[in-house]
């Protein structure tokens, strides 16, 4: 069973910086992987998706690398704000049509 | 990108009762939703996978009798929590396939409290 862990927890960040989200899975035989964004009580909002034969994507500051092979994906967030705060999810998805699996999240704090 | 979308938005209820949830894709015909659950500070936790027309498949541990789920049409799927305790009191959100992109599109989700 897939199981995603994401590092750190939480950080805490003055504006400005740039900064790495980790996340890792057990199974590496996924078919591809979202980044999301969640504030706090609400919905979820997709940043990127990356394939399977792809190793990054980009939007905007966001950066996001795949290493299949050791079951990791960074989030990179560049030149951080303070409307960057939120919780940062990680979630494969194992084949296709099937759920992404998440993990707990990293709970960003970017202060002004 | 696709927007999904669910009613309520929260909903307060006593225990005993059972509260149904709404969840509809708005501009793209879903054959697969999904039912996720999400307690404070934790993760997302998939409860069941719901295909249109034919019985969902619910994940280890999640009761398909308490947790009532129908995919009757393309663009619609409910979650009916029966007899709901304090204990289900829980963020509830649902999220849509969309075919041609494989990817998942969520809603905003329903928070429940069981009084």
């Known amino acids: 069973k897939q199981e995603v862990t994401q590092i750190p927890a939480a950080l805490s960040v003055p504006e400005g910086e740039n900064l790495v989200l980790n996340c890792s899975f057990t199974d590496s035989a996924i078919y591809n992987l979202q980044w999301f964004r969640q504030d706090p009580g609400k919905g979820l909002t997709s940043l990127l998706l990356i394939q399977s034969s792809q190793r990054e994507q980009t939007s905007g500051r966001l950066n996001a690398s795949l290493d299949k092979s050791s079951g990791r994906s960074t989030l990179y967030i560049a030149a951080s704000q303070p409307g960057d705060s939120a919780t940062y999810l990680c979630?494969?998805?194992?084949?296709?049509?099937?759920?992404?699996?998440f993990g707990k999240g990293t709970t960003l704090s970017v202060s002004s | 990108g696709a927007v999904v979308s669910q009613h309520p938005s929260w909903v307060i209820c006593k225990s005993g009762t059972s509260v149904k949830i709404e969840c509809r894709s708005l501009?793209?015909?879903?054959?697969?939703m999904f039912w996720y659950r999400q307690f404070p500070k934790q993760s997302l936790m998939l409860m069941a996978t719901?295909?249109?027309?034919?019985?969902?498949?619910?994940e280890q541990g999640v009761e398909k009798d308490k947790f009532l789920i129908n995919h009757a049409s393309l663009t619609l799927s409910t979650l009916t929590v029966t007899s709901a305790h304090p204990e289900d009191s829980s963020f509830y959100i649902c999220?849509?396939?969309?075919?041609?992109?494989?990817?998942?599109?969520f809603g905003p989700g329903t928070r429940l409290t069981v009084l």
């Open positions: 979630a494969p998805r194992d084949q296709a049509g099937t759920a992404l699996i």
């Open positions: 501009d793209f015909q879903a054959t697969t």
């Open positions: 999220s849509a396939r969309q075919p041609s992109y494989n990817e998942q599109f």
């Open positions: 719901s295909n249109e027309g034919s019985k969902a498949t619910y």
